[in-house]
DNA sequence: CTGAATTAGTTGAAGGAACAACTAAACGCC
DNA sequence: GGCGTTTAGTTGTTCCTTCAACTAATTCAG
């Protein structure tokens, strides 16, 4: 079967993706550290323990939130928990289970980074587009992500009604 | 000043936005491992030299298009030209500046790669999304490239009439 | 000209991520 | 109810990226 290469629209969408894909995280990961001491990584773990119940989580159900695999996280989870921002105790009701629990000092950290990161993002995404573009952005995002994560692992926790 | 936090939709198009961005690079490096014992970046570094006139740039030109620091890129071509798919040379008009350029194997390299490579991203990205959204997209990224790539560094090989 | 500052690139060391191997607990089933 | 399989998580190794230090060539100022 012969190759279907991308026409000149879909080239253009797919080169700036690309770039933007590229791009993002050097911008997100900046600011972040610069301000905060802390990778975007670091800082989504800390914000999916922040809006969990108890501000605490299953290390897979966590790694599953971050797109992390299991090792990755849990060396992540160390150097957090060595930091004091997170801490670890073995769950009761499995105990193979780990459950990871962002501490107060935790909470406080992400309360501080918070506005400063949204603010960044505003500044580099928000405000370069219209509201029809949200909106549009919006609704690609949906569509890319039901092959991408079909179970909608990533986004879970920011679709409550 | 008080944050201005994101509302709804805003919130959406971010979160959406931030899944493909963490969840895209994966996608694209296991089929190009897997199938070209390429990563993405390897490829793309390929890719720019095989569109450069002679196949050849200098290394800074190249980190610029590729988004990499000189110090990346130049651990990156050593391994590269270790496996012979790129060569080294100094530039004869500036003695500081080194020429990289891509080889006979190279090309073959990213030639047999292509095909793969592009029905990948077709599958995740192109066939999710209406032509509509294909040409929407293609917009958004070029709005927010103008603030993460004011000089458009990374897709200026693609924007030849 | 000549010396200071800038630019191009490499190299080495340190930190983080992917992968493989491992431990331990729970499940499943006959 | 014991044995194989699956699941949860950690640990160690290898590879890659980043950062800092360095060399060498070029530019620029006086």
């Given at each position: 079967m012969d190759t279907q290469w991308l026409d000149k629209d879909e080239l253009g969408a797919w080169v700036g993706l690309v770039a933007v894909v590229e791009l993002l995280p050097g911008v997100?990961?900046?600011q972040l550290r610069r301000d905060s001491g802390l990778t975007h990584f670091e800082?989504?773990?800390l914000a999916m323990l922040s809006e969990a119940p108890e501000r605490t989580l299953r290390m897979t159900e966590l790694a599953q939130q971050t797109n992390a695999t299991l090792p990755r996280l849990s060396h992540v989870v160390r150097?957090?928990?060595e930091?004091?921002?997170v801490e670890r105790s073995?769950?009761?009701d499995d105990r193979?289970?780990?459950n990871a629990r962002?501490?107060?000092k935790g909470l406080a950290a992400i309360e501080a980074a918070a506005p400063g990161h949204v603010d960044n993002v505003r500044r580099h995404v928000i405000d370069a587009l219209t509201r029809d573009q949200v909106s549009q952005l919006h609704d690609i995002a949906a569509a890319l992500l039901?092959?991408?994560d079909p179970n909608g692992l990533l986004t879970a926790v920011y679709e409550r009604p």
């Open positions: 997100l990961d900046a800082y989504y773990v150097r957090l928990e930091r004091g921002v073995p769950c009761p193979r289970a780990t962002l501490t107060g039901e092959r991408l």
